[in-house]
């Protein structure tokens, strides 16, 4: 079984820096391309940012800029990094991985973390 943990949500004011922690765990796993996605209330889920293996990288437009993803292929984490934080960053974020198991391959989602931009 995959696992993949959250960490690191909470209330933040506005401007203010949050970093986000994802720790997968699968016994004979290998993790692809990982990623963030977030809902908001009423709204449709959005990919925020995504990084393969090799630490290719894409974002949102929305928070390109601000958010910085990055992966530790040792201890199979990725993180998020978010600067600047605007009152439409407040979601909750999902992390999401590729992972394989021989030829086996699975989409993977952790339970989520509540972010909040407020003053």
């Known amino acids: 079984q995959v696992q993949l943990v959250e960490s690191g949500g909470g209330l933040v004011q506005p401007g203010g820096s949050l970093r986000l922690s994802c720790a997968a765990s699968?016994?004979?796993?290998?993790?692809?391309?990982m990623g963030w996605n977030r809902q908001a209330p009423g709204k449709q889920r959005e990919l925020v940012a995504s990084i393969t293996r090799g630490s290719s990288t894409n974002y949102a437009d929305s928070v390109k800029g601000r958010f910085t993803i990055s992966r530790d292929n040792v201890k199979n984490t990725v993180y998020l990094q978010m600067n600047s934080l605007k009152p439409e960053d407040t979601a909750v974020y999902y992390c999401?991985?590729?992972?394989?198991?021989?030829?086996?391959?699975?989409?993977?989602w952790g339970q989520g973390t509540q972010v909040t931009v407020s003053s």
């Open positions: 699968g016994s004979g796993f290998s993790f692809n391309d």
């Open positions: 999401n991985a590729k992972a394989s198991r021989g030829y086996v391959r699975y989409d993977s």
